[in-house]
Each structure stands twice: as C-alpha cells, then as structure tokens.
T-cell receptor
Framework: QQQVKQSPQSLIVQKGGISIINCAYE??????FPWYQQFPGKGPALLIA?????SEKKEGRFTISFNKSAKQFSLHIMDSQPGDSATYFC??????????????FGQGTTLQVKP | ETGVTQSPTHLIKTRGQQVTLRCSSQ?????VSWYQQALGQGPQFIFQ???????GRGNFPPRFSGLQFPNYSSELNVNALELDDSALYLC??????????????FGEGSRLTVL
C-alpha cells in the first residue's frame, strides 16, 4: 500500500513531441505528489509538485495531471527537447509525525529525446 | 548560496566493514534526510534528522544510523556492510521537517561499492 508504481520504465520521444509518464498509488493518505528529474551523476531535483485539491498544475512545458478517484497522476512534457533527456521519478508523501521527511519514489522512467 | 554537499563521492569497502558518509546541508536548512538509491531504482528513505534528533525512519535495520550536528550537517553510518548495501546514498536538506513543508534539495550522492 506504500508503493508508487511508475510506467513506462523507458521512453523515447522525438524532439518537439510530448512525453507522458504515469504513476499510480494505493494509499489515499498520500497528499503531496512531486516529480523529480535526475541527470547522470547528479542528485534528483524537484521539477513540479501537486496536491490532491487540484486536478492539474502547469509550469512552463511541464504539466501534472491528477486523478484522485483513479489514484493516478501523470507528468506531461510538451515540446520535448534533447536537454530533457534524464530519469524522471514520481513520488508521494503523507503528513503525520511518523512520515516526516519520507518521500516514496516510483521506480523511475528514463527519457531519451532524439534530435 | 551553497547547495548540499556530500563526501566522499565514491568509496569501496569490503563486506563486514563500517562506513561513514557526510553531508553539509544547504544554507538555512535545518533538516536532513538520507536516501538509498540502488542502481536503476528510485531512492528509498532511510531516516531524517531535525534539530540533532532522528525524526522519522524508513524500513532499514539498526546498523544504519546517523547523526546531525549543531551546524545541521549530518553523518550516515552503516555497520557490518553487506553486498546489498552497494548503492548511491543521497542526502537531502530542507527548510522544514518534511517534503510536505517544502522542497527537498538533494546532493550528488556518495557511491558505495561493497565487495
């Protein structure tokens, strides 16, 4: 119940195309859903995050769509660029003293954007 | 503004040995979390330190321990190393007690290989 399942494992997109990564969760106590981007040899960096009181959040070319009833959320990268080639992780966390600091990550999606 | 720094960047140990990894948090951040990232997997939460005390722990055995110092820097200690401990160890700092209260800023990690 603590898992966050992410798909696909890898994704190849042409430059200018739309990249879509999906995540699903079981625990309805999760109330914070960030996406992290990780380049080789670097630590993850926060890309965009959403809370369950909204269904969509957009920041530049990056959009999170959130479906509370289906317990699913997705990352859309519009006009994908070769510089977007990286590994993307969805994550979730919940409030409460026993969960402090704890982000539960998906397995990751390696995105390759071809020029 | 100095980001999260970790040392050493790479190290090799043998099974049964002990290791200490170090982390300097980002300026102004009083909370440090540690994550283990196995190859090809998402990071897994080990524990968090806030005001020099452990403040949340993931599903890791007691041979994983840590410290936080008055300047908010932190150490991760792993005793009786096992082959499965081979991973990238990530430190993340934040201005609040958990990801819900703010962004986690990750360092580039310490790559541990256990032979």
């Amino acid at each position: 119940q603590q898992q966050v399942k992410q798909s696909p494992q890898s994704l190849i997109v042409q430059k200018g195309g739309i990249s879509i990564i999906n995540c699903a969760y079981e625990n309805t106590a999760f109330d914070y859903f960030p996406w992290y981007q990780q380049f080789p040899g670097k630590g993850p960096a926060l890309l965009i995050a959403i809370r369950p009181d909204v269904s969509e959040k957009k920041e530049g070319r990056f959009t999170i769509s959130f479906n509370k009833s289906a317990k699913q959320f997705s990352l859309h990268i519009m006009d994908s660029q070769p510089g977007d080639s990286a590994t993307y992780f969805c994550a979730a966390s919940m409030r409460g003293s026993s969960n402090t600091g704890k982000l539960i990550f998906g397995q990751g999606t390696t995105l390759q954007v071809k020029p | 503004e100095t980001g999260v720094t970790q040392s050493p960047t790479h190290l090799i140990k043998t099974r049964g040995q002990q290791v200490t990894l170090r982390c300097s948090s980002q300026s102004g951040h009083n909370t440090v979390s540690w994550y283990q990232q196995a190859l090809g997997q998402g990071p897994q939460f080990i524990f968090q330190y806030y005001r020099e005390e452990e403040n949340g722990r993931g599903n890791f055995p007691p041979r994983f321990s840590g410290l936080q110092f008055p300047n908010y820097s932190s150490e991760l200690n792993v005793n009786a190393l096992e082959l499965d401990d081979s991973a990238l160890y990530l430190c993340a700092s934040s201005p609040g007690q958990g990801p819900n209260t703010g962004e986690l800023f990750f360092g580039e990690g310490s790559r541990l290989t256990v032979l």
